[in-house]
Nanobody, 119 residues
Framework: QVQLDESGGGLVQAGGSLRLSCTTS????????MSWFRKAPGREREFVGA????????YYTDSVKGRFTISRDTAKKTMYLQMNSLKPEDTAVYYC????????????WGQGTQVTVSS
């Protein structure tokens, strides 16, 4: 089991920045991929970006490339999502998710944190 605890959401004006955190605990040695997703009202859940935990490779959906950056602090067992140049369409509940070695899906999810971007 891996537990994920998110924080950092809030209300920001368009063009502003926020940083989300996702702190891991439990069997963190089994983590294979950590990702961010978001869910806006009336829309399907959307992949935002991923961090391949062992290789360090990063992946982003096109709509956030150049604006969002995923990073991690190994000592703190925390992944971050730095969001710059925020747009109203970035408004959503953001979730971090974990895929462990051998799994074919994301089995562990954070509780979600609301990000609201005002125009």
């Amino acid at each position: 089991q891996v537990q994920l605890d998110e924080s950092g959401g809030g209300l920001v004006q368009a063009g502003g920045s926020l940083r989300l955190s996702c702190t891991t605990s439990g069997r963190t040695s089994s983590i294979f991929t950590m990702s961010w997703f978001r869910k806006a009202p009336g829309r399907e859940r959307e992949f935002v970006g991923a961090f391949a935990w062992r290789s360090g490779r990063l992946y982003y959906t096109d709509s956030v490339k150049g604006r969002f950056t995923i990073s991690r602090d190994t000592a703190k067992k925390t992944m971050y999502l730095q969001m710059n140049s925020l747009k109203p369409e970035d408004t959503a509940v953001y979730y971090c998710a974990c895929q462990v070695s051998g799994a074919t899906s994301y089995d562990f999810w954070g509780q979600g944190t609301q990000v609201t971007v005002s125009s």
